[in-house]
Each structure stands twice: as structure tokens, then as C-alpha cells.
């Protein structure tokens, strides 16, 4: 009953279990909405129990459609998120039958919802989807790649209004979590002159990316919530910054990759505290976009860097917090587009 009082206070529309004992399969899919279009879906394998995995894909969902709406693109939002299988996926056959099997499972649903792939997913695993199910996107694109150029775009945007300047020479940035977002987006800042922290659960990971750029200093994940920074760059899982953290920060902008790392009772928390958050659908939004347009990489980042400005005017013009506005964008387009709907 929990869960389906957190779906009607999120607008969710549906959510799914699919199960499939002979691949594996074990997944949560949560379709957020279909106002403007299929549920566009990014696919996620972490090694996580059902509830986490339920509860994630409700998060991720909402924030896809926020995402689609905001940055123009006739999609709403869906999350499909995949429990590692007990045999896991080393051996390529294993994970090819994964995969197909949830196009199976999705065939039924392909007027609703379009597979892309998110974290622990990668173009090959959506190509072994789209043998089962032609509602696929993104098997061309680099999208992890686009979207950390894009993040590193909006920073910019950003930084002009927090920060008075989108030079990231001499700018500190404490970036937590270094996957494939988090190190494309420490590449392009470290290029321009930026001073980088930056943390990962897997300490391997974050002293590899520290040793192939210069200067880079390694901390912990919690010590870095403590790092003082002029920019706090969240590029992990989800809910990095609990709301009871946000007393330690000494950041004057969020502003990362990481899909929902504040909860609505955390926005709040970073607003009273004085720090600009720009929200993740906001910033993090290009590789969806090269994706669903086939646009390239430069042309995708400018779409976000361009959204953010927009954002940051809109703040500025009103004096609200862009956070607040970002949702109220994305919220708006969905409400006059459905509208059309209805007439």
C-alpha cells in the first residue's frame, strides 16, 4: 500500500515486476508518464533487492519525464531498473539472454515505453533488447559520454549565475562518484583549468581517473560532502546528499549528472542553506537528447547549456530558486501539450 500512495503523490500512470527464472531476469518498470508521448526508459543493473530497486525506478521515472518535457522532446518518463542475477552477467550469453528476455517481457508494452540504456548498461545490451522489441533508443550513442559533456555545459551556464563567471579556471569542484559521466565530466573541467576533489565508493576508480590527471586530489565519499568547493558535482547512484547532510556543505551550486540526488525535503534544505541547485533532469539531459534526435554530441550540449540559461534568467527575473523553476518549465509544457489532448 506504501508504494501505491508514493505512486499517486508522484503522478505515476503504472509499474511493473517482470520476472524470467531461466535468464535472470528481475526487474521493476515504472512508467511516470505518457502525456507527451512513449515512456522513454533508461535501463539500469546494479546489484540491489526489490525494494531499492522498485523505489529507484519510481524516482528515475519521474525525473525522466521532467527531463523529456524540459528539454523539448515528445517523450514522458519511465525507468526500467534490473537486479543482478545470482549467476551475474559475465559470461556474454548469460547477458544476451537477460536482455532479450526483457525485450520479451516489454513487446507488450512498445506503444508505451522506449528502452535506453543508464547505469551498468551499456549500447550492446539495448541492441540484444531491440531483437525483441523495436521500441529501443540509443544503441548508436554514446550517451554516458554526451551526457558528461552536457553536465560540463549546464556547470558553465550555471556557474554564470551562481558564481558570477562560467570560467571553470581555478574553480573548485568536488565531484562524487567517477563512472562514466563523472570522468568524461572531470576531463572537460580539468581541460579548462578547474581544481577537482573527487570521490567513488570504488577507491580503485577515483585514484585511477587521479592518476591520469594531473593535480586531481583523492578523498572519501563522505569527506568530500565536507570538502570546501565552489561547486558540488553529484555523478552517482541517486540520493547522494541527505538532507541531513546538507549542513556540511560548503558549495554555492549543485550541479551534476546524478539523476534525484536530493530528495524535495533536501531541495528545501539546500535552498533555506543559501546554495543553488540546478536539478539533475535540468543538466543531465544530452544524451537523452542525442538519443532521441540523433543530434551530435556539440549540438546536445548546447540544447542543455541553453535550457539552463533560460532557467537561470527566469530565476533571476523572479527571484526564485531554479530549482523551483526548472520543475515548473518542465510541469508547464506537459500541462499545455496534454491539454491539446483534451480540447
Given at each position: 500500500m506504501l508504494i501505491l500512495d508514493e505512486m499517486q503523490s508522484r503522478g505515476h500512470e503504472a509499474l511493473t515486476l517482470l520476472h524470467h527464472a531461466p535468464s535472470g531476469l528481475r526487474a521493476a518498470l515504472a512508467i511516470h508518464s505518457t502525456v507527451l508521448g512513449p515512456a522513454i526508459a533508461g535501463v539500469r543493473l546494479r546489484e540491489q533487492d526489490e525494494g531499492l530497486a522498485v523505489r529507484g525506478a519510481l524516482a528515475l521515472s519521474e525525473s525522466l519525464t521532467l527531463k523529456a518535457a524540459l528539454a523539448g522532446l515528445n517523450y514522458g518518463g519511465g525507468a526500467c531498473v534490473l537486479m543482478m542475477p545470482e549467476a551475474g552477467v559475465e559470461d556474454p550469453h548469460a547477458r544476451e539472454a537477460l536482455f532479450r528476455?526483457?525485450?520479451?517481457?516489454?513487446?507488450?508494452?512498445?506503444?508505451?515505453?522506449?528502452?535506453?540504456?543508464?547505469?551498468?548498461?551499456?549500447p550492446a545490451d539495448i541492441a540484444f533488447v531491440a531483437q525483441e522489441t523495436p521500441s529501443t533508443l540509443g544503441m548508436n550513442t554514446d550517451t554516458s559520454a554526451v551526457t558528461g559533456y552536457g553536465v560540463y555545459r549546464g556547470m558553465k551556464a550555471a556557474a554564470r549565475y551562481a558564481l558570477g563567471s562560467e570560467s571553470m579556471?581555478?574553480?573548485?569542484?568536488?565531484?562524487?562518484?567517477?563512472?562514466?559521466?563523472?570522468?568524461?565530466?572531470?576531463?572537460?573541467?580539468?581541460?579548462?583549468?578547474?581544481?577537482?576533489?573527487?570521490a567513488d565508493e570504488r577507491a580503485d576508480k577515483a585514484q585511477a581517473l587521479a592518476d591520469d590527471l594531473e593535480g586531481v586530489t583523492v578523498t572519501g565519499p563522505q569527506d568530500l560532502l565536507d570538502t570546501p568547493c565552489d561547486i558540488l558535482a553529484p555523478c552517482g547512484y541517486g540520493h547522494s546528499i541527505r538532507s541531513q547532510d546538507v549542513s556540511r556543505l560548503q558549495c554555492r551550486?549543485?550541479?551534476?549528472?546524478?539523476?534525484?540526488?536530493?530528495?524535495?525535503?533536501?531541495?528545501?534544505?539546500?535552498k533555506e542553506a543559501g546554495i543553488v541547485y540546478m536539478p539533475d533532469y535540468a543538466i543531465n539531459a544530452a544524451g537523452l537528447i542525442a538519443a532521441a534526435t540523433g543530434v551530435d554530441a556539440g549540438q546536445a550540449a548546447e540544447r542543455v547549456y541553453q535550457t539552463v540559461g533560460r532557467i537561470t534568467a527566469t530565476a533571476e527575473q523572479y527571484a526564485k530558486a531554479p530549482h523551483v523553476v526548472a520543475r515548473r518549465m518542465a510541469e508547464r509544457r506537459i500541462d499545455l501539450i496534454g491539454s491539446l489532448g483534451r480540447a
Open positions: 528476455a526483457l525485450g520479451r517481457q516489454v513487446q507488450p508494452l512498445a506503444s508505451r515505453v522506449v528502452l535506453t540504456e543508464d547505469i551498468g548498461v551499456t579556471r581555478g574553480v573548485r569542484v568536488a565531484i562524487l562518484g567517477v563512472g562514466a559521466v563523472g570522468r568524461t565530466l572531470a576531463t572537460h573541467l580539468h581541460r579548462e583549468g578547474a581544481r577537482l576533489t573527487i551550486l549543485i550541479a551534476g549528472g546524478e539523476h534525484h540526488p536530493l530528495s524535495r525535503q533536501g531541495e528545501a534544505a539546500v
